[in-house]
């Protein structure tokens, strides 16, 4: 289906129902903290009487692990977890791999392009550094080199650069964008002072997280985003391109971030433990679905439980609680830190 299609049947799925998501990378094996989300995103569509759909987040082609992907679904199917929509299963909003979708990403960048949104950028990271006034956190805030160029100028600097293919960046405005989360609570940020305009096409011509997922989110019809408390810094660069396509966001929950045993947060990057490790050990999933559950808050004991079993015992209002105490306690001990 065309980009118009897609979004025209998205709606009328979101208007009918709550539809939630989980959409991992196949860039190695889920540990536990990634299992956990996953089951918290389970309930948070089941409890709403909603649609879950699985989406394979395989944008960034040279990190994905060759048989990954089917790892991470026979894991969740493991745990007890189920889906309406995926990339084994189908549906009507596909394709489920981000991989597949690569048309739709450039249509949407093109509309945005077309509304005088992006821009081409001839700069690198090092020219970014050396060129911005001051960091501003994880990274220095991209100090505009770009943005204005005329088209002789853009052909001038292309040329100094030896013909560099530039990236793309979405044009960011003063002021705040607030996001509302489910969880966390209020999250404000000024993206013209504290990101920049910032990438949506990279200089490899991949297409960036920031685009890719909004897209999907728009185009499936996602009305509830859960995933862990990490990604809510970059959500209102969402928000923003969601509002630049014309469209409401979802609603996000972002979930505490689960801890190892030295008290970091879990990687797949730090080799974290999988789940293979934990079958091996002889845990059952009742057993790993118990552990998952009360080390979130959703249950007093971390004894052995089904994710059906958790769906019955809980109600949305006690779930929403629950994890809003558990994201309490997890802020306390990270400013304690």
Known sequence: ???????????????????????????????????????????????????????????????????????????????????????????????????????????????????????????SRKDIAEAASAPHGRSPVYPGTCRELTPAERERVRAEKNGKTPSWRFRVHPGLVTVDDRV????????????????????????????????????????DVVRGADLLESTPR????????????????HVPMMRDASGEHMSKRDGSQGLAELRAEGLDAPTVVGRLAASIGLVDAADPVTPARLLQALDTTAFLDRLRRENGRSTASSMRE
């Open 1 to 123: 289906m065309s980009f118009d299609d897609l979004l025209s049947r998205a709606a009328e799925l979101r208007r009918a129902g709550v539809r939630g998501r989980y959409a991992p990378s196949p860039t190695g094996p889920l540990h536990p903290g990634n299992l956990r989300t996953a089951l918290v995103a389970w309930l948070q569509a089941r409890l709403e009487g909603g649609a879950f759909v699985l989406r394979m987040e395989d944008l960034d082609r040279p990190r994905v692990v060759e048989g990954s992907a089917d790892q991470i679904l026979d894991d969740l199917r493991w745990l007890g977890l189920d889906w309406d929509e995926g990339p084994d299963v189908g549906g009507p909003l596909g394709p489920y791999e981000q991989s597949a979708r690569d048309e739709l990403y450039a249509e949407a960048l093109d509309r945005l392009d077309r509304a005088g949104l992006v821009f081409p950028c001839y700069c």
């Open 184 to 223: 966390a609570g209020p999250f404000r940020q000024d993206l013209d002072e504290d990101v920049g305009d910032f990438v949506v096409r990279r200089a490899d011509e991949l297409f960036a997280y920031q685009l890719a997922v909004v897209v999907d989110d728009l185009l499936m019809g996602i009305t």
């Open 238 to 253: 969402q928000v923003a391109l969601f509002e630049a396509l014309g469209a409401q966001p979802p609603r996000y929950w």
